[in-house]
């Protein structure tokens, strides 16, 4: 039933903003976990951040701290990544991800979106 897909890359100027947005087209995204992953070209999958199924509570990688916010409004089913003052280095695919939270595996994954931040 959840059906996870991101939208809002794109290519931006160092010091720019983007926001990410992660849609559950199964309408459940009130009872799961969300995360936000990203990969660069040749490097592994990083955590991002993750928010909590109630959005009460967040966390965040060091990179990333300060910079970007993730938020979740369960009424639209939508999961969002804020990204401030972006760096080269943040250059990858993004991907949301979901999970119940009796487990603490994602369970579902959407298939990316590509966010590219210029010197």
């Known amino acids: 039933q959840v059906s996870l897909v991101e939208s809002g890359g794109g290519l931006v100027q160092a010091g720019g903003s983007l926001r990410l947005s992660c849609a559950d087209s199964?309408?459940?995204?009130?009872?799961?976990?969300m995360g936000w992953f990203r990969r660069a070209p040749g490097k592994e999958r990083e955590f991002v951040g993750g928010?909590?199924?109630?959005?009460?509570?967040?966390t965040y990688a060091d990179s990333v701290k300060g910079r970007f916010t993730i938020s979740k409004d369960n009424t639209e089913n939508t999961a969002y990544l804020q990204m401030n003052n972006l760096k080269p280095e943040d250059t990858a695919v993004y991907y949301c991800?979901?999970?119940?939270?009796?487990?603490?595996?994602?369970?579902?994954w959407g298939q990316g979106t590509q966010v590219t931040v210029s010197s």
């Open positions: 991800a979901a999970r119940d939270a009796k487990y603490s595996a994602y369970q579902y």
């Open positions: 928010i909590t199924w109630r959005g009460t509570t967040t």
């Open positions: 199964g309408h459940t995204l009130s009872k799961y976990n």
